[in-house]
């Protein structure tokens, strides 16, 4: 017989994917804190790898490395049975932890990129998400 290696709520038997949300969620914090009520008509979801080949590579919303996605940011609109969508950001994991160097620099790269779709959403410079509020 075989049994798992962990306890099911044990953090090491999370899967890749469940870390990574994680890592999503606190890399969100601090923007959410900042700028929530500017955010709440916005989601943020996650795919394993992007559609290259349905890409367009003049797309604005994209942060690339290179000619592979790293997120994107899908406005606002109207689904196949015209039913209205939310706007969203959508990340791709497996780019992003094949560009990261450790869990440290995954959870930089995914601030820096959440920065800057954000920023495109608002309509306004990746400097002014990252500021610090004055006291």
């Known amino acids: 017989m ?6 099911a709520g044990a953090p090491a ?5 469940e870390r990574f949300d994680a890592v999503v969620l606190e890399a969100l914090e601090p923007i959410e804190d900042r700028w929530g ?3 709440e008509d916005l989601d943020v ?17 994209v942060v690339g490395d290179g000619e592979v996605p790293l997120a994107r940011l899908v406005p606002a609109g109207v689904d ?5 969508t939310r706007a969203r950001i959508v990340l791709y994991r497996r780019p992003l932890e094949a560009r990261a160097l450790d869990g440290e620099d995954l959870a930089d790269l995914l601030h820096d990129v959440l920065v800057e779709q954000v920023a495109e959403y608002l309509g306004v410079e990746p400097d002014t998400i990252d500021d610090e509020p004055d006291p």
């Open 2 to 7: 075989r049994a798992p290696l962990y306890p």
């Open 13 to 17: 038997a999370r899967t890749r994917a």
């Open 37 to 39: 009520a500017e955010l």
């Open 45 to 61: 979801a996650v795919d394993d790898v992007p559609d290259v080949a349905a890409a367009d590579p003049d797309d604005d919303g």
């Open 80 to 84: 196949r049975r015209g039913a209205s």
